[in-house]
């Protein structure tokens, strides 16, 4: 009892000590568990954002290619809508991906252009005119959208599908 009464000047810190260390040691380890759950949160929650930027574009790449082929027209209100909407797509998409949207932009605008030809020498009722020609560029640009939106699915397939994406690794291609 002689010893510890000596030397209590010296236990009583270390005991101190050794406990603050193991509270220290299990809320840091708490707090890395924590930020661990944090950044798995904020990856899903990025992921999301993205595919939903991404399915954003892709249905109204949809919508506009249906209603041009089935009205056989597009609008140049119609066109300039669908350049404002896939102007992100550079920074959503890979370089195949903004390639298919300027082709679709080039169809768009080329079938615009043969509709609009037919319609003006229609309304000048002028019979020298051969609409053969003007009927096929529309026929052309048609045959160009309906190609291009059967291959549509495929190409955004890497993009919006969740096939890459681990929930357990929050691993995701971007």
Same mark, same amino acid.
């Given at each position: 009892?002689?010893?510890?009464?000596?030397?209590?000047?010296?236990?009583?810190?270390?005991?101190?000590?050794? =406990?603050?260390?193991?509270?220290?040691?299990?809320?840091?380890? +708490?707090?890395?568990?924590?930020?661990?759950?944090?950044?798995?949160?904020?990856? &899903?929650?990025?992921?999301?954002?993205?595919? !939903?930027?991404?399915?954003?574009?892709?249905? !109204?790449?949809?919508?506009?290619?249906?209603?041009? =082929?089935?009205?056989?027209?597009?609008?140049?209100?119609?066109?300039?809508?669908?350049?404002?909407? *896939?102007?992100?797509? &550079?920074?959503?998409? &890979?370089?195949?991906?903004?390639?298919? =949207?300027?082709?679709?932009? @080039?169809?768009?605008?080329? $079938?615009? +252009?043969?509709?609009?030809?037919?319609?003006?020498?229609?309304?000048?009722?002028?019979?020298?005119? @051969?609409? *053969?020609? $003007?009927?096929?560029?529309?026929?052309?640009?048609?045959?160009? $959208?309906? &190609?291009?939106?059967?291959? $549509?699915? @495929?190409?955004?397939?890497?993009?919006?599908?969740?096939?890459?994406?681990?929930? @357990? *690794?929050?691993?995701?291609?971007?």
């Amino acid at each position: 009892m002689e010893w510890l009464s000596e030397n209590l000047n010296w236990i009583i810190p270390l005991l101190f000590t050794v =406990i603050f260390s193991v509270v220290n040691t299990i809320m840091a380890n +708490t707090n890395r568990r924590v930020a661990a759950s944090q950044i798995k949160l904020q990856t &899903g929650a990025f992921c999301f954002q993205l595919f !939903h930027s991404r399915m954003e574009i892709y249905r !109204h790449i949809k919508s506009t290619l249906s209603s041009a =082929i089935r009205e056989g027209n597009v609008s140049v209100s119609q066109i300039f809508e669908f350049k404002r909407t *896939t102007a992100d797509a &550079g920074f959503l998409f &890979g370089s195949e991906i903004t390639e298919t =949207i300027d082709k679709i932009w @080039d169809a768009m605008v080329q $079938l615009e +252009t043969a509709v609009s030809n037919i319609e003006h020498f229609r309304s000048m009722n002028d019979q020298a005119i @051969d609409y *053969t020609q $003007l009927q096929h560029e529309k026929l052309q640009a048609l045959n160009k $959208l309906t &190609g291009m939106e059967k291959k $549509l699915k @495929d190409q955004f397939a890497p993009y919006i599908s969740f096939e890459a994406y681990r929930v @357990d *690794t929050a691993e995701v291609r971007v």
